[in-house]
């Protein structure tokens, strides 16, 4: 029998324990050893793949990550971006500011036991081209957020200067939004496929991944077995539990 749930973003009613109702978002990460096998099995149509260029941001030592702090901006060539302040860590293992606690929370689930808590701010409609002159080095980094942005990274870091800031990446990727679907799973799935460069080397990284707010935590978690298990059976393999982020920065620590 389907699971039922609900795709409701932004909805203010409650759990049944009167905790938040919150935004799940199920991550399957795919490593490059097995990409081939798992796009033959999903069989996309290469005409229906959009393309993104993304880009994380961070100091050589990734200082901001070491404090549940992620920074990423998003461009496709011709269109505006966006740009995302991300704090992210498991539940009570970060204090939180109050602008961070005002930040309805979104679970992460890389595998089905338990959810990492995200809390994202971001902005929308970069101008066209900024991206693109930000890694060309012509505009600083800092011209890729907003104040509100700002004001959550300084509220996790006081005293950060903007010019040790590098460039993780840029990543070229193909996305495939909501074009397959499990057997045995009620939704569509989005494929992202991420090509990894740097100084001749490269890498790949496939997610495949859905959305949905869930009426319980129960049903959230069983959501992401269902999930985990269609995958599974559709030739995927198993849940990983690592993220495209984390991937990235291990990807260019390697090759400096």
Known sequence: MAMAFMLILGSPWLLADDAPLREN??????????????????????????????????TADASLAARNLILRA???????GDSTVKIRANEGAVELSEAERAIQPEQDWTHEDKP??????????????????????????????????ENLITARIEDLDWNTLKCYGPVETRIWKRQ??????????????????????????LEVSTKAIAETESQAQAL?????????????????????????????????
Do not use: M
């Open 25 to 58: 978002e199920i991550k399957l990460f795919i490593s490059a050893a097995n990409v081939e096998s798992a796009l033959k099995a999903l069989n996309l149509d290469e005409r229906k793949a959009t393309t993104r260029t993304v880009c994380f941001f961070d």
């Open 74 to 80: 998003r461009q496709s060539a011709g269109k505006s």
């Open 116 to 149: 990492v808590l995200s809390r994202s701010l971001n902005r929308n409609s970069l101008p066209k081209g900024l991206l693109k002159d930000v890694t060309g080095g012509i505009t600083p980094i800092r011209k890729l957020f907003d104040k509100a942005q």
């Open 180 to 205: 397959f679907k499990f057997e045995g799973f009620e939704e569509p799935v989005t494929v992202e496929l991420w090509q990894l460069k740097k100084d001749g080397k490269t890498d790949q990284i």
């Open 224 to 256: 992401a077995k269902q999930f985990f298990a269609a995958a599974k059976s559709a030739g995927l393999g198993e849940p990983a539990a690592l993220t495209k982020t984390k991937k990235v920065f291990e990807f260019h620590k390697t090759n400096p």
